[in-house]
């Protein structure tokens, strides 16, 4: 990107001209800053759900990308116009949908700097600085949840992080993994359709999809119920890994829960992976949402207890700790069949070396091979918060959570339909039918002013409020309150 173009002498190839110069850029730069934070501090004025309908945007642009340079002004311009009205904003202070995707100040800051060194650092030579700021930051987050020194890189099991695009390619790697690893000295491999997996009934939908990619042919989904918090029983999971033995299948892979998707729901990792370890199996915990509540020593007590005895845990960092998407940390505690599965180059499959090499090429640790320097993104929010800001911005969720939870169990038009846990409350309007419910929280996302989604739970329509917005603060969480009173109430949003 020169500045002052000219022409290579004698080979008649001009130098290439890019339409926006370093100079440029500056200028621009301060714009598009300008752009962002104007939205962020008047997000409260949008909407939060999109209300477009599909198919909207492309009767509004032109059919065909545009032969001749465009300003940013003029797309700025467009992004007002027809982007704005397209976006469901995850950002909202009222946003209490799905779990929340954070996005704070200091992640973007990292994730700018990021893509302006635009280095893909899927072996260590390709940046090494890419590679070991992931280790160290992702030790210096394992330490902060407290999780088992075998999953920091300086433990002696060969363990460490890996920062994966999603909790979803987390699970298909740490079952890839499991299927690396003899069983009975055996090559588990060699006896892919005897495998089994083993989930409950509350997974989330990854474990399906990672079996699936895997070609695993067997996938339990346990049965849980509401006289245990929609958990899994040992006893259950027990009784299911002896009868698929009994039939000549080979137990090999349990997902096990911390803060399931619908209802943060815990299962008793310390048990269930005793009796999986019993039978051979690898023991992957998958608290997406809830394993950053880990860094607060009271939710650490109550279920982040018997770590050291699971293989893999991992965690959204993207979810409700402030690094923007893409940001999910997984971490085992030897990488060895990690690597084994996932390397191309045979020696890991064939030297009697455990731990980790010399230096380590994360594309061993990954399914694709080029990776985004994301170790910037969570570095820069953990240096610029600190791990006391973020506990007490974890804290404030709890706190916010725990408030309107009393709120729902005070108010008689209401039930309480899980035991509310981290973020999330769970309740449902009191005596209304399944039409009646959907239609009310219709009403009350139809008025612009939150976003919630339901979720099933014992085959009843239940309402999710998952506080954990990176504006979201007490009054909002008021104000959709009295709104979802006023409306199951008869009144208007
Ligand atoms: C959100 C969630 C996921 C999916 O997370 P992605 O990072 O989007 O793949 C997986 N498991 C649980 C328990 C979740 O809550």
């Given amino acids: 990107m020169s500045d002052t173009p000219g022409t290579s002498a004698g080979t008649g190839a001009e130098d290439y001209e890019h339409p926006i110069s370093h100079e440029d850029f500056r200028q621009l730069g301060y714009k598009m800053i300008d ?32 032969t001749q340079p465009e300003g940013l002004d003029a797309i700025l311009s467009d992004v007002q116009t027809h982007i704005m009205p397209g976006i469901t904003h995850w950002q909202h202070p009222s946003f209490f949908s ?21 280095v893909v650092g899927f072996a260590w030579i390709g940046s090494p600085a890419a590679t070991e700021l992931e280790t160290v930051t992702l030790d210096w987050l394992a330490r902060f949840l407290r999780l088992p020194n075998a999953f920091l890189s300086t433990g002696t099991t060969g363990g460490g992080g890996v920062i994966q695009g999603t909790a979803s390619e987390a699970a298909l790697v740490a079952l890839l ?68 033995e009994g039939h000549g299948l080979m137990p090999f892979f349990l997902t096990t829960l911390i803060g399931t998707t619908s209802s943060a729901a815990v299962d008793p990792v310390a048990e269930l992976a005793a009796v999986a370890r019993r039978h051979g199996a690898w023991v992957h915990v998958d608290a997406a949402y809830a394993g950053v509540f880990a860094c607060l020593p009271d939710q650490h007590d109550l279920y982040f207890q018997g770590l050291e005895g699971v293989d893999s845990f991992s965690t959204n960092p993207h979810k409700g700790m402030l690094v923007t998407f893409d940001c999910s940390a997984l971490w085992v505690q030897n990488s060895f069949w990690l690597r084994t599965a996932l390397s191309l180059e045979p020696q890991f499959q064939f030297a009697g070396l455990r731990h980790a090499a010399e230096h380590l090429d994360y594309k061993d640790w990954q399914v694709p091979l ?23 911005y974890l804290r404030h969720h709890l706190d916010m959570a725990k408030a309107l939870a009393q709120l729902v169990e005070a108010d008689p038009a209401f039930d309480i339909i899980a035991t509310p846990r981290f973020g999330l409350v769970c309740f449902a309007p009191r005596g209304a ?3 009646e419910s959907t239609a009310l929280l219709e ?27 990176v504006h979201t603060q007490w009054r909002h969480v008021e104000e959709v309150w009295a709104l979802v009173q006023k409306v199951v109430g008869g009144g208007e949003a």
């Fill in 433 to 435: 039918s399944e039409e």
């Fill in 443 to 469: 009403r009350v996302n139809a008025s612009g002013r939150t976003f919630m989604v339901h979720t099933r739970l014992g085959g009843r329509h239940v309402w999710r409020l998952a506080v954990g917005g």
């Fill in 177 to 244: 993994a499991a299927r690396a690893r003899p069983l009975d000295g055996r090559d588990p491999g060699a006896d892919g359709p005897r495998l089994v997996a083993y989930t409950t009934d509350q997974a989330h939908s990854c474990v399906k999809k990672a079996c699936a990619v895997a070609g695993i042919q067997h996938l339990r989904l346990l049965p849980t119920s509401a006289e245990r918090g929609w958990a899994l029983d040992p006893a259950t999971l027990e009784a299911a890994m002896t009868a698929d």
């Fill in 98 to 118: 799905w779990y929340p995707a954070n996005s704070s100040y200091p992640a973007l800051l990292g994730d700018m700097l990021s893509s302006a060194l635009g």
């Fill in 35 to 66: 752009a962002i934070v104007d939205y962020r501090s008047n997000i409260e004025k949008h909407p939060v759900r999109s209300e477009v309908a599909p198919g909207y945007l492309a009767e509004k642009l032109p059919e065909s990308a545009p």
């Fill in 370 to 392: 080029g990776r985004r320097f994301r170790a910037l993104k969570l570095w820069f929010v953990l240096r610029m918060y600190g791990t006391e800001r973020l506990q007490a």
